[in-house]
């Protein structure tokens, strides 16, 4: 029986795992119970044929080819090289967004003074003093009856007249 001496003092048990043939012990301490296994006796063998394997993988794994070295260098600097790239295709990202606030800006501060324009010169069209001087300087005359025609047109915007307008 294995024991060891906690703080309360000796209170080892041994049990028998029937799946994995370890001896369990526990070990008491004042603060928190640790669990602690050791193989059984007749598994001696097990472990000594494990460990030489384990020893083999390990040493197989500290010789490292220089073709796996170029490999991991290759993909290192592949993967320095896309995480700049990227980073690059933010900050152009940031800078088209600045630029995008700036133009559309300048166009709103555009737009307020066409406007501010547009109101100012249609403000300042005086439509008698504009008759007055058709009428009297340019002898222009307004339409009689007959001369005026009327007609429906499925096209809105605008009027191409490829003829002369038949006469009434």
Not at 68 to 82: E, G, K, N, R, S
């Amino acid at each position: 029986m294995a024991a060891v001496r906690g703080a309360g003092g000796y209170r080892g048990q041994d049990h028998r795992q029937t799946e994995r043939h370890y001896r369990t012990t526990y070990i008491d301490g004042n603060v928190i119970r640790h669990v602690e296994t050791v193989p059984a006796s007749g598994d001696r063998q097990a472990q000594k044929s494990l460990s030489s394997d384990t020893r083999r993988n390990r040493e197989k794994a500290l010789h490292i080819t220089l073709a796996y070295v170029i490999f991991l260098t290759v993909a290192a600097t592949a993967a320095v090289f896309l995480c700049v790239q990227y980073l690059q295709l933010q900050a152009l990202g940031i800078t088209y967004r600045k630029e995008i606030v700036r133009m559309e800006s300048t166009l709103s501060t555009a737009r307020m003074a066409n406007d501010n324009a547009y109101e100012e010169a249609m403000s300042s069209v005086n439509m008698e003093q504009i008759k007055e001087i058709a009428v009297h300087e340019l002898g222009m005359k307004y339409a009689s009856q007959g001369q005026v025609i009327f007609y429906n047109s499925t096209d809105s915007d605008y009027i191409r007249q490829y003829g002369e307008i038949p006469q009434g």
